[in-house]
């Protein structure tokens, strides 16, 4: 899967590579400009199979100490409405208040956003930047139409937790592979936990 292709020149090099999932992110462009580069890019990719996410409300950076740089993420239900008319993703990311990275403190997260562009929207949905959101929210998302959620920053920060504690603590005799395969092991069960979470224990595709 691409996340957050730039543009259509990136979305295009990864289907020539072979990948099978594509993310074109234009949400920091005007909705009728989204509109247009996410409908270029799925006229070609659904020539190859290959489903197409968009994203519509610019998500959140935060800084390196959880602080968020620019607070605009927030989708209009009228213009996700609008992007729809001009386009038709297979899967939809809406900016709700959520974001890349840590959270430093209680996120903003607006429900009510997803909860009226379901009311008119019936595509699945995409919550971008779980990790440190409340389970709770996560679990209501999901209510609302939410069928892909993403936690890599807390899978790319632990991952690197256990491969330090493997290097500082395992007998790796200088074998990379080792620290690697203790690391993967060791994420596992946060990797459990998330399906746990999501409620996708035992659904997955044939």
């Not at 386009?87 to 990311?93: Q, R, Y």
């Not at 997260?109 to 929210?137: K, N, S, W, Y």
Request: some cysteine.
């Amino acid at each position: 899967h691409l996340d957050h292709g730039a543009d259509f020149e990136t979305c295009m090099e990864a289907l020539r590579l072979g990948f099978t999932s594509l993310m074109i992110d234009g949400s920091a462009t005007p909705v009728e400009e989204n509109a247009a580069i996410t409908s270029k890019v799925i006229e070609v990719a659904h020539c190859f199979g290959v489903p197409v996410e968009a994203e519509i409300g610019e998500l959140l950076r935060l800084d390196e100490h959880g602080t968020p740089q620019e607070n605009k993420n927030v989708a209009d239900p009228q213009q996700v409405r609008q992007f729809l008319r001009h386009c038709s993703p297979d899967t939809l990311a809406i900016g709700i208040g959520n974001s890349h990275g840590y959270y430093r403190g209680e996120p903003n997260i607006r429900l009510d956003v997803l909860e009226q562009v379901r009311e008119f929207c019936d595509l699945p949905l995409v919550l971008h930047g779980c990790t440190g959101m409340a389970e709770d929210i996560i679990r209501k998302a999901i209510t609302f139409g939410v069928a892909k959620i993403n936690f890599g920053t807390e899978s790319r920060y632990k991952y690197m937790q256990y491969y330090k504690d493997a290097i500082e603590s395992l007998d790796h005799q200088g074998h990379s592979w080792k620290v690697s395969q203790f690391a993967s092991d060791a994420l596992a069960d946060d990797i459990k936990n998330v399906i746990l979470l999501s409620g996708s224990a035992g659904k997955a595709k044939a």
